[in-house]
Antibody, heavy 123, light 106 residues
Framework: QLQLQESGPGLVKPSETLSLTCTVSGGSISSSSYYWGWIRQPPGKGLEWIGSIYYSGSTYYNPSLKSRVTISVDTSKNQFSLKLSSVTAADTAVYYCAIRSRSMTGYFHFDYWGQGTLVTVSS | SYELTQLPSVSVSPGQTARITCSGD??????ADWYQQKPGQAPELVIYEDSERYPGIPERFSGSTSGNTTTLTISRVLTEDEADYYCLSGDEDNRVFGGGTKLTVL
């Protein structure tokens, strides 16, 4: 059973870059059966998909965030990371890392989630 | 950009059936997943690929899709089912969540 844990600063200044890391335990993430992704949730609001990265290195980003987002993976450390540049107060949210696993039919779904970490953008 | 529309809230009494819908053009070409989120917790996968129940999820939970609408059905609702429910669908480069439905068990 994979377990995910987000880490990073809980407070980021406006215009700076938000950086978070997701550390995975309980198994290797180095597999073509996984996508690794990030989702966020502003306080009191709904979920927003930020982006995903596949085993091949292909990245997929929310079009509304694409110009500011970078997701990378370090399989040797069993970690993947999120960078979001030029943040504003609107980027204040709980950030979740998650893994999409391949089903028997070949499709992927988010079935492993971290507990989430609150990042506040404020000076 | 895709959009998925959910009603903000649904209320049912214990033992009744709750139906939570999610609508959007993207559902005509892509599978949908359903996630349950309780206060202060991370979302959990309930249904994937429209109708497949994730391991460990009670048989009371089921999913179906017709046209551009996907429905999560919870039979014999329990108080512990009270939560926010989100649908998710879309292409690999444009995944989108519905706005969420708060299920209240009165």
């Amino acid at each position: 059973q994979l377990q995910l844990q987000e880490s990073g600063p809980g407070l980021v200044k406006p215009s700076e870059t938000l950086s978070l890391t997701c550390t995975v335990s309980g198994g290797s993430i180095s597999s073509s059966s996984y996508y690794w992704g990030w989702i966020r949730q502003p306080p009191g609001k709904g979920l927003e998909w930020i982006g995903s990265i596949y085993y091949s290195g292909s990245t997929y980003y929310n079009p509304s965030l694409k110009s500011r987002v970078t997701i990378s993976v370090d399989t040797s450390k069993n970690q993947f990371s999120l960078k979001l540049s030029s943040v504003t107060a609107a980027d204040t949210a709980v950030y979740y890392c998650a893994i999409r696993s391949r089903s028997m039919t070949g499709y992927f779904h988010f079935d492993y989630w971290g507990q989430g970490t609150l990042v506040t953008v404020s000076s | 950009s895709y959009e998925l529309t959910q009603l903000p809230s649904v209320s049912v009494s214990p033992g009744q059936t709750a139906r939570i819908t999610c609508s959007g053009d993207v559902l005509g070409e892509n599978y949908a997943d359903w996630y349950q989120q309780k206060p202060g917790q991370a979302p959990e996968l309930v249904i994937y690929e429209d109708s497949e129940r994730y391991p460990g999820i009670p048989e009371r939970f089921s999913g179906s899709t017709s046209g551009n609408t996907t429905t999560l059905t919870i039979s014999r609702v329990l108080t512990e089912d009270e939560a926010d429910y989100y649908c998710l669908s879309g292409d690999e480069d444009n995944r989108v969540f519905g706005g969420g439905t708060k299920l209240t068990v009165l």
